[in-house]
């Protein structure tokens, strides 16, 4: 589902949410709702259990909230209250069967995005009788990753609610009809069409691979690659805060990078979390992320607190420790400030409950119902005790504060003894060279997540006649401002089916083409070429040319390209008919002046064919035999690596038109001709 313009429950839905569903499969002889309520409690205890042991195999850390779900029923009344939908859209999408819902912020880390959808891959393979959607502020962001794969008929609009994980794999659904992909699709009608045949609407090899190789990094049992572990110097009280609570981690990084003057003020005093003549030096668990976000953070503490740091000269690593920790303790400091402020504030006085409620009003939740009666309360109460259900349900800076004020009242004894032998026994801080990244590993690094996949590889051998076929396909299809489009089938079936040009318009060749039906469309042009004209047509002429060999023999005089009486008429009538000097007479010298100049210089010597043609005298077809045709594949192979090779690696037109197809290639690779082979054409 995606976001709906407009929406005013920003708490619930910012920018950077991922929303779930899970659908479980309910016996049809329960209808009661209190017997449904108490199977979905059963089946979300198991798939608690099922986040809970893959989480804790990755020692994964959440940046922002976790992965929660709450029981729907999946009403109308429901729906209004979380802003699924608009009352004008309620009665096109329907009501949903009964459904764990959950919407997890990310923040800054999209990796908590993809560990999601990493569990809900797990959970339906796990219970195959589970069929669950993820979407987020961009749509169906699945069919996002692997859109390389994608049909033709795929779209942002012919997509929407048509994207599902069943037993660990990829479903899109599609109709059977023509063109009713454009026709709106309910999710309780896919959950029931899915459920009919769970295995029909399985995306390709193509589309799971995009998918699966997006989520290789969750699937080994270890952890996960972006945890970093530090050494700090903390106050007692935050490190056996933090020692009880890790969650607490991220929202204090968080809170303390998007400080305000306010919080600032709160810093000079450092209420809850006071510097100590001596500090605690513990292991913390950052996610790269996490500790990148800190380590930026520009910050120099208040002396006259007692934050004395060491020199950063002398010990480089000391002085990074009590620094990170300076700032950590600051960030919960914020945190607890914060929610002290809001101690004893009413849900009205609230900004986002105010605004959640206009929002009720605008869409008609109250019915018309006149403030202050019963029926208006009645309604009214529910939205409080839903909105206090979701405020609950995330991580946000208030909810985080009041926690640490909490457990400031109630530490832990263990907690204590706990910190007390880890110092004694602290494992070594990780490198953080990562942090350090070149501006040609950066390049590397998109190149290898966005680049185009490489069709040369310098150690092997190039197809010729592969590498034309791709330029020529390139070459055929249109573009907009979309990108460019595949030719669709009926047009490739009206081109092959086609065995007769059409009628040549005044001014054409004449050409009898049987063969190549795209060098009969260039036919249907004007012959001579027009200035006009993008290059990219005369390199899909020239790929598209071919000799007619069935045609090709001594007593043809070459008269099925052409009749001389057709092609006489067809210059004069270019030349106006009119000229003192016809249009072929000079053609015809031009002709015999760039004959006699290419005579004398050895470009025949540039192209290659299967067989090298015999030497034979102007106009002298004795040899004609032995003669094999020009393999134009390898010729045009080799020209365009020549003049890649010429661009030293800077941008040109071939290095563009190559970009343009797919193509990667580097700068500085050695293209030898012994690297084009002949004998794969």
Known sequence: MTKVPGSNLEFVREEDFVEYYIFPKIPDNIQDEATIRKLMLQVRAEISAIVKEKSLERSYLWHKDEF??????????ERLLNEETNPE???ELGDLPPHFHGVTHYGDNISDEWFIVYLLTEITRARGDCIARVSDSDGEFLLIEAADALPDWASPETCEHRVYLVGGCLQLLQNSGGNSQNKPLTIATAVQRIRLNPTLYRCSREIQSCIDSRLKEYQIAQPHFSIHRQVLELPHSAAQLLKQQP???SSAVRAFCERDSLDVKALRTMRYFPPEATRLRTNVRFTRCLYAMLSHQQYLPEKRLGWNLTDP?????????????????SGLEILATQAKRLEGQ????????????????????????????????????KAKEYFRGNQDRFRTASRAGAEILDLLLHPAEAASEELRDEENNLQPSDSDEWLNISAEDLDSMLQDRYGPKKLYKPNGQMNAEEFTKQLSEFLDRQSNYEGIEHRGLEEQELDSDDDEPPPQPKGSSGA??????????????????????????HVRNFLDFVIPED????TSEMSDYADEDDMERNLNALSGGGSAFPLDRQIQSYMEQMDRELAQTSVGKTFHGKKAAPQADEDDFDDIEDFEPININVNTLRNMMDSYQSQVGGAGPVSNLFSAMGVGMSAGEDLEPKDISESAV
Request: net charge negative.
């Open 247 to 249: 969650r607490l981690l």
């Open 89 to 91: 859209e309620e009665e």
């Open 551 to 554: 045609n090709w023999d001594s």
């Open 512 to 537: 009898k083409l049987k063969k190549n039906p795209s060098m009969r469309k260039a036919c249907q042009r004007n012959s001579l070429i027009q200035p006009d004209e993008p290059d990219s047509t």
């Open 346 to 381: 009413q849900l009205e006085d609230l900004p986002a409950w105010r605004s959640y409620l206009r929002s009720l009003q605008s869409k008609g939740y109250f019915r018309n119902n006149t403030e202050g009666s019963a029926e208006y309360q009645e309604l009214l109460n």
């Open 313 to 329: 000269v002398s010990e480089p690593e000391r002085y990074k420790e009590q620094l990170l920790g300076v700032k950590l303790a």
């Open 68 to 77: 929660q779900l709450q029981i729907r029923m999946g009403g109308a009344e």
